[in-house]
């Protein structure tokens, strides 16, 4: 990790939320910043002008001489390092950092890194909420929505950052005291050229780690050769000797740790196959930290779960409706769709639609044909989504989708809103599109 220099000019490329937690900080480090986005009245613009006004703020592009000025960028994770101007800074000998860094040059507690391309979210929450129920002051950070720069005054036991891809590839290294990666799928393919690309983003998490988690369920996971670390695997079948698994003891599934037995996947908090996956991760995390087994199960019994992750939002006359906004890709939408399929049964009806990111849907063909009653497909790549499934019903809107899907439901259906796509067509942000589906809900309850 670079530790700070008063001496150089450090420069913050984008002022969204994370830009501005990262000149809040400079600022009070006694640093020399100033600032640079290519938008001309990015979100946070005049918050900034009126906490720091002697700040110099460079708004509608990315100018060449303003980056060229620069020592550090401290760059936001939603520019891409391959922006042409930026890419011709570094180049040139500027230096790359994030706020992820510039946190872990001042964090003195234990270190949990969370990444994946599905899942990430529940997990991060779950286990802050499993290490807090340890007995350790626990910080949840990172994409989960709390820039870690706006804590990093304050003295935590266990830091657990969830962190996306854009994030990790910020950094050199994370030396991480415990690292997973929870699964890989296509995402983000606007702005990787391949999915090896992805991925190589994401193995960047295990750079320095002492513990390594891996899916075994998801060869991808694992790291390349050479990695020098503890390495512990989970998955949803048979645990090795020393893995984290799930058996079938005296008729029930349980979770255990080799031969070892945990807790019944029944008492989980959370439903569904895919999210029994999620607590044996969590489970291998928290023992890489000692937590104590108790408090594991505790947690893991008591959890609520987040918002907009296959989130039960209301039952009418034996339907369900689930509000599974956060599914921008389509690994998550499988693993919706694996978690809520009955056997033999064809009781969901899907609800999908916007901007695809250039993913390949085939993968959700074989579990939509084989677990859905009918699929209602909206949004900028209607026409790409009904290419795979032609008997899909091609609608305008989120709401005109759903009231179609109210008609068609009878007791023991499920409509799940899982969209397999980003909101920018038609919402701010999936928060946005999830709060629009629980007023549509809301309507018929």
């Known amino acids: 990790m670079k530790k700070l220099d008063l001496t150089k000019h450090y420069l913050v490329v984008g002022l969204g939320v994370t830009g501005l937690s990262c000149v809040r900080y400079l600022v009070a480090r006694g640093c020399v910043v100033s600032v640079i986005d290519s938008r001309e009245k990015p979100a946070n613009i005049e918050t900034l002008k009126a906490e720091f006004p002697n700040v110099k703020v460079h708004l509608g592009s990315f100018d060449e001489t303003v980056l060229a000025g620069a020592d550090v960028l401290v760059m936001s994770p939603g520019v891409p390092l391959a922006t042409p101007a930026i890419r011709k800074a570094i180049e040139n000998g500027a230096e790359v950092s994030s706020d992820i860094e510039l946190f872990l040059n001042e964090f003195t507690g234990k270190l949990v890194a969370i990444t994946g391309s599905n899942a990430k979210s529940t997990v991060t929450q779950w286990l802050g909420e499993t290490l807090k129920a340890g007995g350790n002051k626990t910080l949840v950070a990172g994409n989960i929505g709390l820039p870690v720069l706006t804590a990093v005054d304050e003295a935590f036991d266990v830091a657990v950052l969830e962190l996306s891809s854009f994030q990790l590839e910020l950094l050199a290294e994370l030396n ?78 349980y979770l255990v740790r080799g031969d070892q037995p945990l807790m019944a996947e029944a008492d989980l908090a959370l439903p569904g196959r895919h999210n029994t996956s999620n607590a044996l991760a969590v489970f291998a995390l928290a023992d890489a930290l000692a937590n104590p087994v108790a408090a594991t199960v505790s947690a893991l019994k008591d959890f609520a779960g987040l918002p907009y ?73 209607k026409d790409k989504l009904n290419r795979v499934f032609p008997a899909a019903e091609v609608k305008n809107t989120l709401a005109e989708s759903f009231a179609a899907a109210v008609q068609l439901a009878d007791e023991g259906d499920a409509i799940l809103f899982s969209p397999a796509c980003a909101s920018f067509d038609q919402f701010a942000n999936y928060v946005a599109r999830g709060e629009a589906f629980n007023e549509l809900v809301g309507g018929v309850l």
Do not use: W
């Open 309 to 381: 992750r296959c989130q039960l939002v209301g039952e009418k006359d034996g339907v369900r409706f689930f509000n599974d906004s956060k599914a921008t890709n389509v690994g998550s939408v499988l693993a919706a769709l694996n978690g809520l399929a009955g056997t033999g049964k064809k009781n969901i009806i899907l609800l999908a639609g916007g901007q695809g990111k250039g993913q390949d849907f085939q993968p959700l063909k074989e579990i939509v044909d084989s677990a859905c009653k009918a699929v209602f497909l909206f949004g900028e790549d």
């Open 176 to 253: 991480a005291d415990a690292a997973v990666i929870l699964n890989i799928s296509e995402d983000h393919m606007d702005r990787y050229d391949s999915l090896v690309s992805y991925r190589n983003a994401k193995l960047k998490i295990f750079n320095g780690a002492k513990h390594i988690v891996v899916n075994r369920d998801d060869p991808q996971t694992y790291p390349a050769a050479g990695v020098d670390a503890e390495m512990t695997a989970f998955g949803v079948n048979d645990a090795a000797a020393s893995g984290y698994g799930l058996a079938e003891i005296e008729g029930r599934p």
